[in-house]
């Protein structure tokens, strides 16, 4: 058994010394957000709003758009919830988009790039994320996809702020925007490290390829020192950090996370339970004693703790 397993999760993200760290959810769709209300998760850390429309093959209307972001939102009504906009492409290409021709998807036309080359989509996305949170009471935030530099971050957050949106931040998921962190803090209110596009492009592996899953181990020392200089630059900037990618559901790993200054963990809300038992079970001292000791590992198998 883990350490700290012995710990049951009471709902409330916390270390053993009452640190706060939120435990929320990623969900893609209403039937995932009961669930994931149902597990206890204090708030949505990520909702992918592409898994909305995988199948569609014409633009949802604002008012499709609205009814289906509501019904993610409704309940967690008085609780954060993020939104991500939509990160089309690469390995998630939506019908009503049309394909582009590129040899190489996953470094191509995605994410927020899409909306550089159509703001008519992410305007009525924004808009109709606006109008559900109205709906819901849901104390929404918008995030953006695949960001690599601060001028990139600034023009999503004109838009957000432009759609009325109170909480705008960005994913850090791209090297460039993890070693621009300061400048991209200064332009939005939080920043959430999605740490499985991280990795693909820090160790330049397919995040799909089996052949290479070796290097994209979350536990990699090179992929926690960006993550450390995310957290680092956020607590500088005084905003929230958070990981919402895979790395966030690894019990193991959760007081690392926490001990390298991170505010929040994101995860499938199965996950919620494990994690939860595994920060009450320690204090802030030994995560950023564990934190310490994965950053300083040569490699993956020194840095995950013995038996885990
Ligand atoms: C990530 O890249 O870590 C992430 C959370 O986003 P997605 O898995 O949807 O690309
Ligand atoms: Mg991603």
Known sequence: AG????QQWDGVGRLADGHPIKLLANVGSAADAHAAAAAGAEGIGLFRTEFCYLAATDEPTVAAQRAAYAAVLAPFAGKPVVVRTLDAGSDKPLAFLPATDEPNPALGVRGLRVAFQRPDLIDRQLAAVAAAAADTGAEVSVMAPMVATAAEARWFAERARHAGIARIGVMIEVPAAAL???EILAAVDFVSIGTNDLAQYVFAADRQLGAVAA???????ALLRLVAMVAEAAAKAGKPAGVCGEAAADPALAPVLAGLGLTSLSMN???LPPVGAALAGVDLNACRDRAKAALAATDPETARPQGE
Do not use: E, K, Y
């Open 215 to 221: 290097l994209n181990d979350p536990w990699q020392p």
């Open 3 to 6: 350490r700290g397993s012995r």
């Open 269 to 271: 809300p199965v996950a």
């Open 180 to 182: 621009a962190a300061t």
